[in-house]
């Protein structure tokens, strides 16, 4: 391509490409300048790094909105008053983010200016009608000036856009309406999530029945999907209450307890047809304590029916014992008998047997008759009346006469048909 010169022999012309050369010098300065200044206050966490972008900066919102969120996070007083008026000279600068406004809003209310909150909060929800946080946000700030109603109205929405609010919500209108379930219900829906919710905060207020009632009546086929959290923290709430019978009931549904009992009173696996895992999470099915002596699991080639007993094997002259248990949730104050089915050829001095106790205290309910040597499969049953104060039991495999850490057992025995009767 041909290289053209030009001759500039008028002056006045040198001057006009001289002036286009210095406007697009300093343009082209002022450019980098603002994408400096823009860059370095999104990027940088020091408010001193944002209040020298917002002087390089003027004009750009985002400069002003990052030292304000900055500013804000020291809580001294003179940063708040700081953050206060940068908040509002971003929003003068960009007055369509609803951003802005929000947080705008939340600075008014921190400042004690709750008229001028709602107004920068309602200005939000104008931009962003369908945002849960904005909703949210002038939801709480109409319920701390007393606008009850409409508040709830906000954070309704709220809740119902975005699930996260819904323990948040629950606790606040439990806070504010006095645990009036009914009034609960009525301000942040009665949607199941929002129950659940309600289950969970009753449970924290002692006021377990009510709890469970309202587990109850939840969708089933929600427990084991979107409330199986929820159902977790009952199950674990409820057990540390003592309340092993709602525990077990909720345990079932959500699917923590795998090959469990059906209902109230049930021994879970009792013929080992199932699986037994030393690694159990529920304390409704069968727990096998840690070690390797004596060995534990499943038997084929002894039992009393099915395919399987559970093999307890101390080998040649063993030392030591391995817990097993099972927690049964059982009727308060009904008469019980423990039956199962053992066979044995240990050789020892100590006296084997299985404990009945009460889960929550341990404190001994009833024993069975110590286990002799059986060649063939023998009954052992044990009677027994539940304190009216008890709705949860465990069975234990005990060893009493000799210490288990020093007192030498050798052989087998296996045991097989576990089950609870009521009497």
């Given at each position: 391509?041909?290289?053209?010169?030009?001759?500039?022999?008028?002056?006045?012309?040198?001057?006009?490409?001289?002036?286009?050369?210095?406007?697009?010098?300093?343009?082209?300065?002022?450019?980098?300048?603002?994408?400096?200044?823009?860059?370095?206050?999104?990027?940088?966490?020091?408010?001193?790094?944002?209040?020298?972008?917002?002087?390089?900066?003027?004009?750009?919102?985002?400069?002003?909105?990052?030292?304000?969120?900055?500013?804000?996070?020291?809580?001294?007083?003179?940063?708040?008053?700081?953050?206060?008026?940068?908040?509002?000279?971003?929003?003068?600068?960009?007055?369509?983010?609803?951003?802005?406004?929000?947080?705008?809003?939340?600075?008014?209310?921190?400042?004690?200016?709750?008229?001028?909150?709602?107004?920068?909060?309602?200005?939000?929800?104008?931009?962003?009608?369908?945002?849960?946080?904005?909703?949210?946000?002038?939801?709480?700030?109409?319920?701390?000036?007393?606008?009850?109603?409409?508040?709830?109205?906000?954070?309704?929405?709220?809740?119902?856009?975005?699930?996260?609010?819904?323990?948040?919500?629950?606790?606040?209108?439990?806070?504010?309406?006095?645990?009036?379930?009914?009034?609960?219900?009525?301000?942040?829906?009665?949607?199941?999530?929002?129950?659940?919710?309600?289950?969970?905060?009753?449970?924290?207020?002692?006021?377990?029945?009510?709890?469970?009632?309202?587990?109850?009546?939840?969708?089933?086929e929600e427990k084991t999907t979107?409330?199986?959290?929820?159902?977790?923290?009952?199950?674990?709430?409820?057990?540390?209450?003592?309340?092993?019978?709602?525990?077990?009931?909720?345990?079932?549904?959500?699917?923590?307890?795998?090959?469990?009992?059906?209902?109230?009173?049930?021994?879970?696996?009792g013929g080992f047809e199932a699986?037994?895992?030393?690694?159990?999470?529920?304390?409704?099915?069968?727990?096998?304590?840690?070690?390797?002596?004596?060995?534990?699991?499943?038997?084929?080639?002894?039992?009393?029916?099915?395919?399987?007993?559970?093999?307890?094997?101390?080998?040649?002259?063993?030392?030591?014992?391995?817990?097993?248990?099972?927690?049964?949730?059982?009727?308060?104050?009904?008469?019980?008998?423990?039956?199962?089915?053992?066979?044995?050829?240990?050789?020892?001095?100590?006296?084997?047997?299985?404990?009945?106790?009460?889960?929550?205290?341990?404190?001994?309910?009833?024993?069975?008759?110590?286990?002799?040597?059986?060649?063939?499969?023998?009954?052992?049953?044990?009677?027994?009346?539940?304190?009216?104060?008890?709705?949860?039991?465990?069975?234990?495999?005990?060893?009493?006469?000799?210490?288990?850490?020093?007192?030498?057992?050798?052989?087998?025995?296996?045991?097989?048909?576990?089950?609870?009767?009521?009497?």
């Open positions: 391509m041909p290289i053209k010169i030009y001759q500039l022999d008028s002056r006045a012309v040198r001057v006009v490409f001289i002036a286009v050369g210095l406007t697009a010098a300093l343009s082209a300065f002022f450019v980098a300048k603002w994408g400096f200044a823009h860059t370095a206050a999104t990027q940088s966490d020091l408010v001193q790094v944002a209040a020298l972008a917002a002087d390089l900066a003027p004009d750009d919102p985002q400069t002003h909105y990052a030292l304000a969120a900055l500013s804000e996070k020291t809580f001294s007083a003179e940063d708040q008053a700081k953050a206060l008026k940068e908040f509002e000279l971003a929003v003068s600068l960009s007055p369509n983010n609803y951003l802005f406004w929000l947080d705008l809003g939340r600075a008014r209310e921190r400042s004690g200016d709750r008229t001028g909150a709602e107004l920068a909060l309602r200005k939000a929800l104008e931009l962003a009608p369908n945002y849960s946080r904005v909703q949210w946000a002038l939801g709480n700030t109409l319920l701390r000036q007393g606008k009850s109603d409409e508040a709830f109205d906000e954070i309704r929405k709220a809740v119902a856009g975005d699930i996260a609010y819904t323990n948040a919500a629950t606790t606040t209108a439990w806070q504010i309406l006095d645990g009036d379930i009914v009034a609960v219900r009525k301000a942040i829906g009665d949607s199941p999530r929002s129950n659940g919710a309600l289950a969970i905060l009753l449970t924290g207020q002692k006021r377990l029945d009510e709890a469970f009632a309202i587990w109850e009546r939840l969708p089933a979107t409330l199986k959290e929820t159902g977790q923290t009952l199950y674990r709430q409820f057990i540390e209450a003592g309340k092993y019978r709602f525990a077990s009931s909720v345990g079932r549904q959500i699917g923590i307890i795998e090959n469990g009992g059906e209902s109230i009173g049930d021994v879970a696996n699986a037994v895992s030393e690694q159990n999470s529920s304390i409704f099915t069968w727990q096998i304590g840690d070690g390797s002596n004596p060995r534990i699991g499943p038997a084929d080639g002894q039992k009393h029916s099915g395919n399987y007993s559970l093999l307890i094997s101390f080998g040649q002259a063993g030392k030591g014992i391995r817990q097993v248990s099972q927690t049964v949730a059982v009727e308060p104050g009904r008469n019980y008998a423990l039956e199962f089915f053992y066979r044995s050829d240990l050789k020892t001095q100590s006296k084997l047997k299985w404990q009945i106790v009460t889960a929550a205290t341990g404190k001994a309910i009833a024993d069975t008759s110590t286990l002799a040597v059986a060649a063939d499969w023998t009954r052992v049953g044990a009677g027994f009346a539940v304190p009216a104060d008890v709705d949860g039991l465990t069975i234990r495999f005990a060893v009493d006469g000799c210490d288990p850490a020093t007192c030498s057992i050798s052989g087998n025995i296996w045991f097989d048909d576990f089950s609870l009767k009521v009497q």
